[in-house]
């Protein structure tokens, strides 16, 4: 059973970078057909998709994010990670990894496995 | 990007049926998937490849989908169902995209 767990400082200074790791039991960063993801969660909103990385290091970013935020992918140790610069008070969120699994065609993407979520929050 | 547009809040009673719907002009390309959000949890999946339960979903909780419309429907709902729901699809660019969020609350 594949299991996911952020880790990270809870607490980040305006203008620093937020840096989170997700790290993978049950399964390989390696494998195929999987794109490792962060989502984040504002505090009572929705979810917002942030970016992922392919098993092979393609990465695709939110555009609202994308000037902010690299995510890497650390075989060694199985797992991956997020890098939010210049972060403010908006970032402020509940931070998920997950996997997204894909089906029988590119078209067919689903979020099969969730972490708990990590609350980070953006403050002086 | 796409977006993908869901009511805000829907009301059930115990043992009726509900439909949360999602609006989206991706959906016509790509298909949907629908998670369920329990307060102070992290989501799960609930419904992927527009129709399909993951094990240990309920059979009440079932999805549809046409056009630029998808359907989550929960037949017989119950009070374990009250939740937030959020529908999600991808862009033509790769991009993944949720919608807002429905509100489930079962009277």
């Known amino acids: 059973q594949v299991q996911l767990q952020e880790s990270g400082p809870g607490l980040v200074k305006p203008s620093q970078t937020l840096s989170l790791t997700c790290a993978v039991s049950?399964?390989?960063?390696?494998?195929?057909?999987?794109?490792w993801t962060w989502i984040r969660q504002h505090p009572g909103k929705g979810l917002e998709w942030i970016g992922n990385?392919?098993?092979?290091?393609?990465?695709f970013y939110n555009p609202s994010l994308k000037s902010r935020v690299t995510i890497l992918l650390d075989r060694s140790k199985n797992k991956f990670s997020l890098n939010l610069t210049s972060v403010t008070a908006a970032d402020s969120a509940r931070y998920f990894c997950?996997?997204?699994?894909?089906?029988?065609?590119?078209?067919?993407?689903?979020?099969?496995?969730w972490g708990q979520g990590t609350l980070v929050t953006v403050s002086s | 990007s796409a977006e993908l547009t869901q009511d805000p809040s829907v009301s059930v009673a115990l043992g009726q049926t509900v439909r949360i719907t999602c609006h989206g002009d991706?959906?016509?390309?790509?298909?949907v998937s629908w998670y369920q959000q329990k307060s102070g949890q992290a989501p799960r999946v609930v419904i992927h490849?527009?129709?399909k339960r993951p094990s240990g979903i309920p059979d009440r909780l079932s999805g549809s989908s046409s056009g630029n419309t998808a359907s989550l429907t929960i037949t017989g709902a119950q009070a374990e169902d009250e939740a937030d729901y959020y529908c999600?699809?991808?862009?033509?660019?790769?991009?993944?995209?949720f919608g807002g969020g429905t509100k489930l609350t079962v009277l």
């Open positions: 049950g399964d390989s960063v390696s494998s195929g057909n999987y794109y």
């Open positions: 999600s699809s991808r862009d033509r660019s790769g991009n993944r995209v």
């Open positions: 490849s527009k129709t």
């Open positions: 991706s959906l016509r390309s790509y298909y």
């Open positions: 997950a996997r997204d699994q894909t089906g029988d065609w590119v078209g067919d993407r689903w979020f099969d496995t």
């Open positions: 990385i392919f098993h092979s290091g393609t990465t």
